[in-house]
């Protein structure tokens, strides 16, 4: 197993596909230039868009989508590993999915993962957030093999479900990633602790790369696209929330050696929770 360069592009995508096909052309082309074998986009390269139903006039399926078509495109040309961190797709009945795409470097489609975890929140700012109401949630957790490397595939919110990663941990995956759109409130908050958790409890790589900046639609999403090691270090960072990329080598045998350490994988036991309280102690003793 050898090192791999890996890429987080960062972008700022608005309501219009062909403009963020563009900007991910330009960052991908950049960070291919720089050594970069794989290449990931954040969540909703290819729309940043609130109105669903302006959204879901806007989407395809799959095989019509023009920013699966660039990414695919993107792949073969630059001989690259890309990794379409999420767009939206259609996937009928009046639904979307909010869908990664992993293409070799030949621009074969290789796998896809959908989000399992909807963001369904309302936040301290006023801000809420029912992404259930637009999109179909994922059913199953999905590693898959790249350049020698297993990555484990998660999508923004799903960085908060630690079970989700420890799954992939366990099927062998040295990188992990959560391509995001985060908030500003909740990034400020949680993005960069969330990113070095998640890669400490797994002995893993973590790889982001984030929406940042104020949208067209008029969200305000938090940027920080990281690279994280499996002892919790941050690799590489983007400063602050302007659209880029950030570069960092990594060795996939860290992860082994990481787990060596601190075999808390296999020291893991099954359990299960059981509530006490003071008036069931005094039943029982009556």
Request: charged content about 25%; proline content about 5%.
């Given at each position: 197993?050898?090192?791999?360069?890996v890429?987080?592009?960062?972008?700022?995508?608005?309501?219009?596909?062909?403009?963020?096909?563009?900007?991910?052309d330009?960052?991908?082309r950049?960070?291919?230039?720089?050594?970069?074998?794989y290449?990931?986009?954040?969540?909703m390269?290819?729309?940043?868009?609130?109105d669903?139903?302006?959204?879901?006039?806007?989407?395809r399926t799959?095989?019509?989508?023009?920013v699966?078509a660039?990414?695919?495109?993107l792949?073969?040309?630059?001989?690259?590993w890309?990794?379409?961190?999420?767009t939206?797709i259609?996937?009928?009945?009046?639904?979307?999915a909010?869908?990664?795409?992993?293409?070799?470097?030949?621009?074969?489609l290789?796998?896809?993962y959908?989000?399992?975890?909807?963001f369904?929140?309302?936040?301290d700012?006023?801000?809420s957030?029912?992404?259930?109401?637009t999109?179909?949630?994922g059913?199953?957790?999905?590693t898959?093999?790249i350049?020698?490397?297993r990555f484990g595939?998660g999508?923004?919110?799903?960085?908060?479900?630690?079970q989700?990663?420890r799954?992939h941990a366990?099927a062998?995956?040295q990188v992990?990633?959560a391509?995001?759109?985060?908030?500003?409130?909740?990034g400020?908050a949680?993005?960069?602790?969330l990113?070095?958790?998640?890669a400490i409890?797994?002995?893993?790589?973590?790889?982001?790369?984030a929406?940042?900046?104020?949208?067209e639609?008029?969200?305000?999403?938090?940027?920080h696209s990281?690279v994280v090691?499996?002892?919790?270090?941050?690799?590489?960072?983007a400063?602050?929330?302007?659209?880029?990329?950030?570069?960092?080598?990594i060795?996939?045998?860290?992860?082994?050696?990481?787990?060596?350490?601190?075999?808390?994988?296999?020291?893991?036991?099954?359990?299960?929770?059981?509530?006490v309280?003071a008036a069931?102690?005094?039943?029982?003793?009556s």
């Open positions: 197993m050898t090192s791999l360069v890429a987080a592009i960062q972008m700022r995508s608005g309501t219009d596909p062909k403009a963020n096909i563009a900007t991910m330009e960052l991908a950049d960070a291919a230039s720089r050594g970069a074998r290449i990931q986009t954040p969540e390269t290819g729309c940043l868009m609130r669903k139903a302006a959204l879901m006039a806007s989407i799959d095989g019509e989508d023009p699966v660039a990414a695919a495109s792949a073969s040309e630059l001989g690259v890309f990794h379409l961190g999420s939206a259609d996937a009928g009945e009046g639904m979307a909010n869908r990664a795409f992993i293409f070799s470097p030949d621009g074969a290789v796998t896809t959908d989000k399992i975890h909807m369904d929140v309302d936040l700012n006023g801000e957030w029912r992404e259930s109401a999109y179909r949630p059913e199953r957790a999905v898959v093999d350049a020698d490397t595939l999508i923004c919110y799903d960085i908060r479900f630690p989700l990663f799954s366990l062998g995956a992990l990633t391509p995001a759109a985060f908030t500003r409130q909740t400020e949680h993005w960069h602790v990113q070095r958790a998640r409890e797994n002995g893993a790589f973590v790889v982001s790369a929406q940042g900046g104020k949208h639609d008029g969200r305000e999403t938090y940027g990281l090691d499996p002892w919790g270090e941050v690799l590489a960072e400063d602050g929330d302007e659209p880029g990329i950030v570069v960092a080598e060795d996939p045998a860290e992860s082994a050696r990481a787990r060596a350490k601190i075999p808390n994988l296999k020291n893991a036991r099954d359990f299960r929770a059981e509530t309280s069931d102690k005094a039943r029982a003793a």
